[in-house]
């Protein structure tokens, strides 16, 4: 397993092994300290940080609009395109590429403050790169 979690008062003990990996890594390194859940209106944000210091990088933000979620709660093709936006934000400014398509599972949503997530992702980049994550914890809401 490429990182395991250092738990933070975002997300609690329940979390347990949330990974990151794929080939991307290459040229976005993956590594993380930090994950974040939260809920923002109708999005779902999980944001993946490497922290040292005061200092905070966003490795990977994963946003998903939730509004229209299918009841399988699960997004692929088409409907990840619609749903799913991916960024990073890090000192580098190194850029993810354009997604070919992917695949979002939740498979425990209850979509609301201190509401319960779990599941798992996978992306494939335009060029041929990937991207895979688990995620499972609490979420906090942001409130605009």
Do not use: W
Not at 46 to 62: D, P
Not at 81 to 101: A, C, Q
Request: glycine fraction near 8%; include cysteine.
């Amino acid at each position: 397993m490429r990182a395991l979690l250092a738990v933070s008062s975002l997300c609690l003990a329940a979390c347990g092994g949330m990974t990151l990996d794929g080939s991307v890594n290459a040229q976005a390194p993956l590594e993380f300290n930090d994950v974040a859940m939260r809920k923002q209106s109708q999005v779902f944000l999980l944001q993946y940080h490497q922290r040292t210091g005061e200092a905070a990088q966003i490795v990977l933000k994963l946003a998903v609009d939730i509004e229209g979620l299918p009841s399988s709660k699960v997004l692929k093709d088409e409907a990840f395109l619609e749903h799913v936006s991916v960024s990073r934000v890090t000192h580098d400014g190194t850029r993810f590429p354009p997604i070919r398509h992917g695949t979002l599972v939740f498979e425990r949503l209850k979509f609301e403050h201190r509401g319960a997530a779990n599941g798992y992702f996978a992306i494939l980049f335009s060029d041929s790169t990937t991207v895979n994550g688990t995620f499972g914890g609490t979420l906090t809401e942001v409130l605009e």
